[in-house]
Every structure is written in C-alpha cells, then in structure tokens.
C-alpha cells in the first residue's frame, strides 16, 4: 500500500518529468495556425511574468499585449525573424503570422538595468504558454521606436522585447553541436525547425 508521502513524492517525480518535457520542446516557432490565443491563456502567461524572481524585488518589468489583429499585424511589420534564414524562409507569410504580440517595458524609474528580470519573466512567459500548446518566438530585432510610440511608451519607459505567440505548424527540436562553429539553426527538407545546442559536457565543468 501506498503512504501519504510515497504518493507525493511519485507525484513530484511525475511533474518534474514533465517540466523537462516542457523545457525540451519549448523551442522558438516561427510559423503559426490563425486562430486566437483564448483570454485565459493570456492571463496565465501574464501570472507567470509576475511570478518571475526580480533583482532586490524591484520589479521594473511592465507589458503590453496586442492581440486584435490589426495592431497585431502593425507589430509584425516592425519586426525581423530567423536572422539566420533569409527572409523568404525564415519570414512567416501571411498566414503564418502570430495572432498574438506581449512587449515587455522595463520602468526606467525603478531600474535601468532589468536585463535578468526580463530574462527571468520572458522564460516563465513562454513556458507557460508551451504548456497550453502555444509556441512562442522571442525577437529583439525590432523597430523599437516605432513600437514605442505605437504602445504609448512615455520617456521613463523602454521597450526591451516582443515576444510572438501562436499555435504553431511546424516542429522545433535540438541536436547536438557537431563543432564549435555549428550553433545556425536550419530547416529541414519538410521546414521543420533544427536547433544545434552545444553538450553538456562542452559548457559545464565541475571544480
């Protein structure tokens, strides 16, 4: 028979092999289904962001959804995807976009140097929409004062990333690193996604 304790921890066992589930596929998707992200999926990717560990707990982080398609739209022409493909691979065409845009704004007044926190809160954020089924594509490369003005930032605030968000129609998986220079990610002959990751024993030492 069972103990109380025995069930508990089997349980913890269970969820943590699925958190490594989650962490092993959650990978960037560049390609999405056109239908909507539902409210409370929104609002749980949004819990998340506000879990996430802060610096002193300051917490300088802000966002900005955009989920109706025509600021979505709006936002997807002020962004740049798959710096490693060109543009007519790596670009989602029109029905690929995602249906869904978050910015995350760092309040200068709080702090001007919130790159872990937003590290921090974009990881919890992307997870927890891959939990629901929901890929994700972080992108830096953005026209940041276009979308600044667009969302109504004022001085003190600063754009620091989108974050795209969507069903996503193609796979997204890892290989390992066949040489140092071998981190561009590619498609394969069906337009899947491969991301070459580094071994562990090449980026972990033990003293």
């Not at 927890?128 to 890929?135: D, E, F, Q, R, T």
């Amino acid at each position: 028979m069972w103990s109380p304790f025995a069930v508990y921890m089997k349980g913890e066992i269970k969820a943590m092999n699925e958190l490594m589930e989650l962490l092993q596929t959650r990978r960037t998707y560049r390609r999405f289904e056109q239908r909507e992200v539902a409210q409370e999926i929104i609002d749980e990717i949004l819990v998340a962001a506000r879990l996430a560990s802060s610096a002193a707990n300051r917490q300088p982080l802000k966002y900005v959804v955009i989920n109706k398609p025509a600021d979505v739209s709006e936002v997807f022409s002020h962004t740049k995807w798959a710096g490693y493909l060109p543009p007519e691979l790596g670009q989602p065409k029109e029905d690929e976009k995602p249906v869904l845009f978050i910015g995350v704004v760092q309040d200068l007044n709080i702090s001007r140097d919130s790159d872990t926190d937003a590290g921090l809160a974009i990881s919890n954020m992307t997870l927890a929409a891959w939990n629901h089924g929901v890929g994700s594509c972080i992108i830096g490369a953005c026209n940041k004062p276009a979308l600044s003005e667009m969302f109504g930032l004022a001085e003190t605030e600063k754009l620091h990333t989108v974050i795209a968000f969507g069903y996503p129609t193609h796979t997204s998986r890892i290989e390992d690193t066949k040489s140092a220079d071998d981190i561009k990610y590619y498609m394969d002959e069906t337009r899947n996604y491969i991301v070459p990751k580094r071994k562990l024993e090449d980026v972990v030492r033990y003293l």
